[in-house]
C-alpha cells in the first residue's frame, strides 16, 4: 500500500517568514511540533520552560507562542500572564495533556486564543495556527 504524500496547508504560504516559539518540557513533544511546523514553512525555536521561552521572546522576533500548562519553572499559565505583558501582540496557543474546565476557560483569556488536548493530530496544530494566523491579519 502507497503511503499518502505530505500535502501542505491549504493557505498559501502562511508559515512563510512567520517565527513559532514551542515551549514544553517533553523534548518528543518540542521534536514533534518543530517537523510538523516546519513543513508548514515556519521557522521553529524551541524551549524547555517558560523561562527559556522568555529569553527566547526576549533576543527573537517570535509571531506565536504555543506552550505546554503544565510545566516546572514556570508553567504556561505564568508564561501567558508574561507574554500578554510583555509581548501583548503575540498570540499564545495551549496544549497540554490536562485539559480541565478551568484549563479551558483560561486559554479564552486574552493572548490566549485555543487551547489542544494532548494527544493531538498534526491536522490540529495545523488548524490552531491557520485560525490564529487569519485572526493576526484582521488586526
Known sequence: MARKR???????????????LVVDDEAVIRDL????????????????????GLERLANNNINIVITDI????MDGKELLRRVNKEYPHVPVIFITGQASKAER????????????VKPFKNQDIRFALQLTMLKLQKL
Open 6 to 20: 505530505y500535502q501542505p496547508s491549504t493557505i498559501s504560504g502562511y508559515g512563510q517568514g512567520k517565527t513559532i
Open 70 to 73: 503544565m510545566m516546572p519553572q
Open 33 to 52: 511540533l518543530k517537523r510538523t511546523l516546519l513543513r508548514e514553512g515556519f521557522e521553529v525555536l524551541t524551549a524547555s520552560d517558560g523561562e527559556e
Open 105 to 116: 476557560k483560561h486559554s479564552g483569556k486574552p493572548g490566549s486564543e485555543i487551547c489542544i
